[in-house]
């Protein structure tokens, strides 16, 4: 086993967890899921959160994406102690701050590539004539300008990913959270995705994290984030 090596969180840190813990029932019968998690994301990194299933990984990015909260243990998302917000404020947070991409792609069926990407500032109240062209950018970015009129089913699996990749950066965020991107991807369409996250994450300064318990993908982060039952085992690349 590998000490975690564990960067030190200062005050540009976007994200810092500290004693995080997350405990779910089963029943009356309690079962951890993360035991004691110290970690901290610098802006602007490109981070992979690896293990095998059952480790804690998709616990641990709902923790961070603010889609569940911790037993124990704060959560700072850009200075702001996630941790002690209500339900509201935390989706307000939530939805000003992080993107999503998730293994399962999580398109509307019924809407075209461009009005999915289009969602999220919709949901904001921000009117087409400014949401419409922001999607179109974004679509564009992800090697898709001419697929706008699409549906879901229209596309591969590798296009709904991309459309999934430009939905998730419409609004902005800081962060994006990818929970096992390329699941149900084959190999080589997995790392033009990841490739693409990559690229975007240079061109753009936006911080990612995503998971993975494919051990091709990992040459891509520039951090390794090793999680196993519930505990961090290696930290490998992190920020002096």
Not at 47 to 52: D, E, H, K, S
Not at 207 to 215: A, E, K, Q
Request: charge should be neutral; include cysteine; charged fraction near 20%.
């Amino acid at each position: 086993m590998v000490t975690a090596q564990l960067p030190i969180a200062n005050a540009m840190s976007l994200i810092e967890l500290k004693a995080i813990a997350k405990t779910y029932y089963l029943g009356r019968t309690p079962v951890p899921a993360l035991r004691g998690i110290d970690l901290a994301l610098e802006r602007g990194e490109f981070a992979a959160l690896w293990g095998p299933s059952g480790s804690g990984k998709s616990s641990l990015l709902n923790l961070i994406g603010l889609i569940d909260v911790p037993t124990s243990g704060t959560i700072r998302i850009d200075e702001c102690d996630a941790a002690s917000l209500g339900d509201a404020e935390r989706a307000a947070l939530r939805n000003r701050k992080i993107g999503f991409v998730f293994q399962s792609f999580n398109l509307i069926a019924v809407l075209s590539a461009l009005e999915n990407v289009m969602l999220p500032l919709t949901l904001r109240g921000v009117g087409r004539r400014i949401a419409e062209p922001e999607a179109r950018l974004r679509l564009q970015e992800v090697g898709l300008a001419d697929f706008g009129n699409h549906r879901p089913d229209q596309l591969s699996g590798g296009q709904r990913q991309r459309v999934a990749v430009a939905r998730a950066l419409v609004t902005g965020p800081l962060i994006v959270i990818a929970d096992e991107p390329t699941a149900n991807l084959d190999a080589a369409t997995g790392h033009q995705v990841i490739d693409l996250m990559r690229a975007l994450n240079r061109r753009q300064g936006v911080t990612f994290l995503f998971s993975t318990h494919d051990s091709r993908l990992l040459d891509s982060a520039d951090r390794l984030i090793g999680l196993v039952d519930g505990k961090l085992e290696t930290v490998k690349g992190a920020a002096a």
